[in-house]
């Protein structure tokens, strides 16, 4: 599910920019590759994580994400409370991604993952080793909060 804050972003502004680059440069161009790839990654970078590998590239896509999201944007008011909005929900939703725990969904918290029945029956294997180590790139988001 999309956040709705990111929903709002992608529909208005984005749709927005991207129109204007079609427009402009054509569907071919740099700059549509460029706003396309910002899409996705901003996607991607709300969805649970999981491995090290992923956490590891989420801690360095976020700075770059964050300034092409603040950065050349319209002026507008609506848009710029938008934006706002986006950019200040994206910390929550960038570490709740970060502590997503393998085979639980993400409707479910740890503090309820861990009440969960661990009769292997009724849980995933993954789901079952709730509490873990921190890897390094967890350590980093747990640093910040």
């Not at 709002?8 to 740099?30: A, M, W, Y």
């Not at 970078?45 to 976020?62: D, I």
Request: aromatic share 6%; net charge negative.
């Amino acid at each position: 599910t999309v956040p709705p804050e990111v929903r709002d972003f992608l529909e208005h502004e984005f749709v927005q920019r991207l129109t204007t680059i079609c427009l402009e440069d054509g569907l071919e161009s740099p700059a549509w590759e460029r706003q396309l790839a910002i899409v996705d990654d901003l996607l991607w970078s709300v969805e649970p994580k999981t491995s090290a590998g992923a956490r590891k590239r989420l801690v360095e896509l976020v700075p770059s994400l964050l300034r092409s999201i603040d950065n050349d944007w319209s002026a507008e008011k609506d848009a710029q409370a938008r934006r706002e909005a986006l950019l200040s929900c994206l910390f929550d939703l960038h570490v709740r991604s970060m502590k997503a725990v393998p085979g639980v969904p993400d409707s479910v918290e740890v503090a309820e993952a861990e009440a969960l029945p661990t009769s292997a029956a009724m849980v995933p294997a993954t789901a079952a080793t709730v509490l873990r180590e921190l890897d390094v790139y967890e350590a980093q988001v747990y640093s910040l909060v």
